[in-house]
């Protein structure tokens, strides 16, 4: 059974463990919390049909005692510009300083492809030589061009991730991350 460990809004709140961490991050709206939830098989994180709502950084130990860190989204326009710069100093300082190992996985909606911001953060994620792997969500929203496309994209992107294409709703590829991540 997964649970809810802590939140975390800065270094001094961060929890602190041996383990490694497999990190989830994605635009605002991609759909993390729904994903922990169905990996979870229950409803562990909070969803909310309005973006960027995750604001602090989240922690969840899984039923194999892993460590899932949900990180708030990117790319919301219509927080503020204050927020959003303090959002993205907790995330800058959580990447560069928490010597935890991590497994990135950026999230991308399968309905809308790669984004000119999803493309940054994988550059910022390149420029920290931190490797990840790619999760498509929404994939059941996506017709078959957006979902020949979003995949071809994600090939161009890194050609090192591993790719996972999921639904949360329909529950496809689920289990391919739960084997993968030995949830």
């Not at 090939?155 to 090192?160: F, G, I, Q």
Request: charged share 20%; glycine share 4%.
């Amino acid at each position: 059974m997964w649970k809810y460990l802590k939140s975390a809004s800065d270094q001094n709140s961060w929890l602190i463990h041996p383990n490694s961490e497999i990190v989830f991050w994605g635009r605002s709206n991609v759909g993390k919390s729904s994903l922990i939830n169905t990996l979870a098989n229950q409803k562990i994180a909070k969803t909310s049909s309005t973006p960027g709502r995750t604001r602090l950084i989240n922690y969840f130990e899984t039923t194999n005692k892993k460590i899932l860190v949900d990180l708030p989204g990117y790319g919301y326009a219509s927080m503020s510009k204050k927020m959003q710069t303090k959002i993205s100093g907790i995330i800058d300082h959580y990447f560069r300083n928490q010597h935890n190992p991590k497994h990135v996985c950026l999230l991308i909606d399968g309905k809308v492809g790669f984004t000119p911001i999803d493309l940054e953060m994988i550059q910022y994620l390149k420029n920290l030589s931190i490797k990840f792997n790619i999760i498509i969500t929404k994939i059941d929203k996506a017709n078959q061009s957006e979902k020949h496309y979003v995949k071809k994209q994600a090939l161009e992107v890194d050609d090192e991730a591993n790719i996972f294409i999921v639904s949360a709703v329909k529950n496809i590829g689920i289990t391919d991350l739960i084997d993968f991540f030995n949830f």
